[in-house]
């Protein structure tokens, strides 16, 4: 009976959605910065990159775009692309997947990742979210969940778990609408920013800051985010928030620190790496300002297991 269970829910997901998304290949890298440039390379399927830790600067079909820790990238099938580290390491998940019309394509797999999100979506809106580009970058709120997902795939490939194509299925079932809100959540983004009022974008700004704190970010891309000048950004978020941004930044930023330093398996400049700060250097002085005390000192106070 239960041999019958499974394949019956297999089918049921193709039914429903039409369009099925398939992983190949799940790799996992951190490459120096020293190893030489990769060359130009073309996959015939779509490729999922996230970057875990780092920086990384793609050249795509002759374009050049920066990937920092926490966003992912989408590369559409047969666009020749290369990258390179731009940090003294970059921790990458990539992801290789394609998707199958079961009914009419005869089980063959085609490179559709709008129709997907039109199903995702449940309407027609979906495709003013999506461009002809031949790659889509994706961060903001989201990351969270898509690095979430993407980590469970890898370790569910490498698994010999009972039933595990039907869960691998089922986790890139999972990301593709992961995928799919967050696409549409910068899309709606987008039209607030174009429409907004500086009272809204400033609110942007702050959720930008929100998601993004720990990303290396600057008052200043915060306030292009939102198409403000630096300035004039500056002192509509004090006036609106009663802080300054960089002080907000600092403060979201020691807060995460904060946290980190209570497990003491993560060393302190993993710890600094982690919460946004370019090096530890920096932390330890920006540490120090706010809390009073140097993070070793406050991972001394506050981790529970601490031993000198």
């Given amino acids: 009976m239960f041999e ?5 829910i ?13 992983v190949f290949e799940g790799l996992e890298h951190v490459i120096e910065k020293k190893v030489p440039s990769v060359n130009m390379s073309t996959h015939n399927t779509h490729e999922l990159c996230y970057i875990r830790n780092g920086k990384a600067e793609f ?8 990937v920092e820790k926490g966003s992912a990238l989408i590369i559409r099938p047969d666009t020749p692309h290369c990258f390179t580290v731009e940090s003294s390491v970059a921790d990458t998940i990539a992801l290789y997947f394609g998707f199958a019309k079961e009914k009419n394509m005869g089980g063959r797999y085609q490179p559709s990742l709008e129709s997907f999100f039109e199903f995702a979506e449940g309407d027609d809106d979906s495709k003013d979210a999506l ?17 979430e997902v993407m980590e469970k795939i890898v370790k569910e490939r ?4 009972q039933s595990k ?22 899309w709606e983004e987008s039209l607030r920013v174009k429409n907004g009022k500086a009272q809204e974008l400033v609110f942007i700004a702050k959720e930008y800051i929100d998601s993004n704190y720990d990303r290396g970010i600057t008052v200043a891309s915060a306030a292009s985010y939102v198409y403000l000048s630096q300035g004039y950004f500056t002192r509509a978020f004090r006036d609106e928030f009663g802080i300054s941004p960089m002080s907000y930044l600092m403060k979201k930023r020691i807060e995460r620190a904060c946290e980190l330093l209570e497990d003491k398996q993560i060393k302190v400049a993993g710890v600094a790496s982690m919460a946004g700060f370019s090096s530890p250097q920096r ?7 706010q809390m009073g005390i140097t993070p070793m000192e406050y991972r001394k106070q506050h981790a529970a297991d601490y031993e000198e």
Avoid: C, H, W
């Fill in 4 to 8: 019958n269970v499974l394949p019956a």
């Fill in 10 to 22: 297999e089918e049921s997901i193709k039914n429903d959605t039409g369009v099925f998304p398939v």
């Fill in 59 to 66: 050249i795509i079909d002759g374009r050049r775009v920066s």
């Fill in 131 to 147: 461009s002809k580009e031949p790659f889509i970058v994706i961060s903001g709120s989201y990351k969270k969940e898509i690095s």
């Fill in 158 to 161: 490498k698994s010999e778990f």
């Fill in 165 to 186: 194509d039907l869960m691998l299925q089922i986790l890139t079932l999972e990301l593709m609408l992961v995928l799919s809100r967050a696409l549409r959540r910068e």
């Fill in 283 to 289: 932390f330890n002085v920006a540490f120090r300002k």
